[in-house]
């Protein structure tokens, strides 16, 4: 059904009545998720939905502390966009993006050690965007924190936000990790420009919500409209293998990202996965010499993405985006570096 059908029909509908749009949206997301047989709720905006994941997993296991890992961005508000030091235990990674031991990962080493696993409720996983920065975590550290958060009764909450929904090159963040989430939090990608998002759980949280009586209620959630293009954005990549599509592409624009790079001194490092890839150049901090390419780049037709004060133009386009397209904006690219070197 298209947004256009649903607008003729009912647009919003009271958190009290039971919809059967709310159901089909439902059974599309989970379909693309380890749990199946979870439960889903439907809200507007990513930070709600990961809002709503902290609020649960504080909820459940009663714990003072989530960990997160510092530097991720998780929401515009609420004890997710605060993590005040007080609710939040912080991972400082960087240590171990180069760790010789990655490979012997565990809880034996000592940064690990030194995170207070009794005091913490949850792990509030968010999968390499790092505010926008691409920085991807080493698998073993995440299943190790996986690990020790479990031992001690904790839950794992994963913000997709961002990750989710091909932007990895497959359907979420996590799967790279090979790890089980108990909540996942979408939003962006699922609505593809609506404002939709959710919060999924598995059979046993929801389980556990419900015994607990745990009370949760918004206007717009389960929003008919939201639920109908949730699932047709679902049913559209799948049927036109959309994930599929975007990880090759990926591939290509990564690969020609490092080779236009390769020759330029200016740029300092490429990273990304799928099509979530940052080119970052060398301003030593002292001059913004990444709007200039912006700029020029959107005058040759191509609109990237750009933070300046870390010196990154960044590159999350469609999962549509053609293998021309991507060709132009490579060569464009080498022409702008030229320009401003
Ligand atoms: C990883 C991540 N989580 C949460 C959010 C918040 O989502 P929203 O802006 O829809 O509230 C964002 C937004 O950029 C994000 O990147």
Known sequence: MSLHTQLGRVSHLGYR??????????????????????????????????????????????????????????????????RDLSEWHLFDWRGCANCSRAADCSEE????????????GGFVFE????????????????????RSVRASEGLVVVDEVTTGFGRTGLWYGFEHYGISPDLVALGKGLGNGYPVS???MTRAIGARLEKERFHYA?????????????????????RERLMERGARTGEVLLDGLRSVARSRDAVTDVRGRGLMIVLEVDGAGKKDVVTPL???????????????????????????????DVDGLLTALGEVLEDEA
Request: with cysteine.
């Open 127 to 146: 999968p390499g965007n790092a505010g926008g920065t691409v920085r991807l975590p080493p698998r073993g550290l995440i299943q190790t924190l996986e």
């Open 198 to 200: 959710c919060l999924a």
């Open 109 to 120: 080493c000592p940064r690990v050690r030194d995170v207070p696993f009794d005091r913490i």
């Open 294 to 324: 912006f700029r020029k780049l959107l005058d040759r037709g191509f609109l990237v993405g750009c933070k300046p004060a870390a010196g990154l133009l960044r590159f999350y386009p469609p999962l549509v985006i053609s293998e021309d």
């Open 17 to 82: 009545v039971e919809s059967f749009l709310a159901e089909d949206a439902a059974v599309a997301v989970l379909s693309t998720l380890p749990f199946s047989d979870g439960k889903c709720l439907f809200l507007a905006s990513g930070s709600e939905v990961v809002e709503l994941g902290v609020q649960i997993a504080r909820g459940l296991t009663a714990k003072p502390l989530l960990l997160s890992l510092a530097d991720s961005y998780l929401a515009a508000y609420g004890s997710a966009a605060k």
């Open 218 to 238: 918004q206007s717009h959630q389960d929003n008919p409209l939201g639920c109908v293009v949730a699932k047709t954005v679902i049913d559209t990549l799948r």
